[in-house]
C-alpha cells in the first residue's frame, strides 16, 4: 500500500492532469452528460461558446467553438474581429500553452491513443523538424486565401461573392480542412453512418476531397498511437499560431542551472517531453521550445533533481 501512495505522489501532476482533461472534456461536451444522466446543462452554453482551443462549430456534442474558428469564419464574411484577436492573444500571451496540454478534447483524445499499452516512439529530429513547420504552412494558406476574401467584400462586392463561392465550403468552414476536430466529430460520424447505411466503402470515395481527408486524419489517429501528440506536434493550425505567441508567455517553465546535470548524465527530462523538445539546448532562464511546450508538466515531474519549476513573470 505504501509503495501505491507512493507512485501516486510520484505521478501527482499527471493524475491532476488526467483528471483536468477529463472533465474539461465532459464539460465542453456537455451533451453526452445531458444524454447519460437526462438533465438539461444548457446554462452551461455561455461559459464554452468561445473556447481557447480547437472545436469545431458543427460537432454536435457541444454548442461551443474553437476561438480560431471564429475568428476566421468572421474574416471569411469581411469582419476583422479586432476584440477577438486581442482576447486570443492575451490567452496565450498569460497561460502559454496550457489550455493545448490540460484542455483541449482532441489533445485528451490523442493523449488517450498513447496511454494504450504500446510502446510510444520519437522521430528522427530532422523529420521532427521538418514536420513542424507543416503547421506553419496549414496557417499560411488559410491567411492567404480567407483574409483576401474578406478584404474583397469592400472593394468590390460582386467579385467577393463569386470568391467566396468558388471557395464553397472552405469559405464557410475554412478551418474545418485542417481540423481534427472536425474529423472526429463530425465527418467520421458520417462517413460511417453511410457505410452503415450502404453496406459498402463507397461513401469513403465519394469525392476527392472526402478520401483525401479520411485516409489523412485516419492516418494522424493511427500514427498518435506511438507518437504522442501528432497532430498537435505537426498539423494543428491553432498550435501554430499560439506558438509564435507563447515564446513572449508569462507563463514559462525554467530549469535550474545549478540543480540540472545536462544530458550525458541525465537528460530524463528529454526523453520523457510528448513534443520532443530538446529542453538541455534552451536557456535556463525558460523553455518553451520555439512555443511547442504545452505545459504538460512531465519534464517537471519526472526530473530527480527538482530541477525545472513554473515561473510566471
Known amino acids: 500500500m505504501s509503495q501505491i501512495i507512493q507512485k501516486l505522489r510520484e ?44 472545436n469545431t462549430p458543427r460537432n454536435p456534442l457541444s454548442e461551443g467553438s474553437g476561438l480560431l474558428e471564429y475568428i476566421f469564419y468572421s474574416i471569411a464574411q469581411g469582419i476583422f474581429p479586432l476584440l477577438l484577436i486581442a482576447i486570443f492573444v492575451l490567452i496565450i500571451l498569460f497561460t502559454a500553452r496550457f489550455f493545448c496540454g490540460w484542455v483541449c478534447p482532441i489533445g485528451t483524445i490523442q493523449d488517450g491513443l498513447t496511454a494504450l499499452p504500446i510502446e510510444t516512439k520519437s522521430m528522427k ?31 468590390n462586392i460582386a467579385f467577393y461573392i463569386e470568391f467566396r463561392d468558388n471557395l464553397g465550403d472552405f469559405a464557410n468552414k475554412p478551418f474545418g480542412f485542417f481540423s481534427l476536430s472536425e474529423f472526429i466529430f463530425v465527418t467520421l460520424p458520417n462517413i460511417l453512418v453511410s457505410i452503415w447505411q450502404t453496406g459498402g466503402l463507397t461513401p469513403i470515395f465519394s469525392n476527392f476531397w472526402t478520401f483525401i481527408v479520411f485516409f489523412f486524419f485516419l492516418a494522424i489517429l493511427i500514427l498518435s498511437l506511438w507518437y504522442p501528440r501528432m497532430y498537435c506536434r505537426y498539423f494543428c493550425p491553432f498550435g501554430a499560431l499560439a506558438s509564435v505567441i507563447s515564446g513572449y508567455s508569462f507563463l514559462k517553465l525554467s530549469r535550474s542551472p545549478v540543480r540540472c546535470v545536462g544530458r550525458k548524465e541525465c537528460g530524463i527530462c528529454e526523453k520523457v517531453c510528448p513534443k520532443q523538445i530538446r529542453i538541455l539546448d534552451e536557456p535556463f532562464e525558460f523553455f518553451t521550445g520555439d512555443g511547442e511546450c504545452n505545459l504538460c508538466s512531465k519534464c517537471l515531474e519526472e526530473c530527480p533533481y527538482d530541477a525545472i519549476e513554473i515561473k510566471f513573470g
Open 11 to 54: 505521478k501527482k501532476i499527471t493524475i491532476i492532469r488526467r483528471v483536468v482533461q477529463i472533465a474539461s472534456f465532459l464539460i465542453i461536451n456537455y451533451i453526452i452528460i445531458e444524454a447519460i444522466f437526462s438533465i438539461n446543462l444548457l446554462s452551461l452554453e455561455p461559459f464554452i461558446k468561445v473556447l481557447p482551443v480547437i
Open 125 to 155: 529530429m530532422s523529420t521532427h523538424n521538418s514536420l513542424v513547420k507543416v503547421k506553419y504552412f496549414f496557417v499560411v494558406i488559410l491567411i492567404l486565401i480567407i483574409v483576401p476574401l474578406g478584404i474583397t467584400k469592400y472593394t
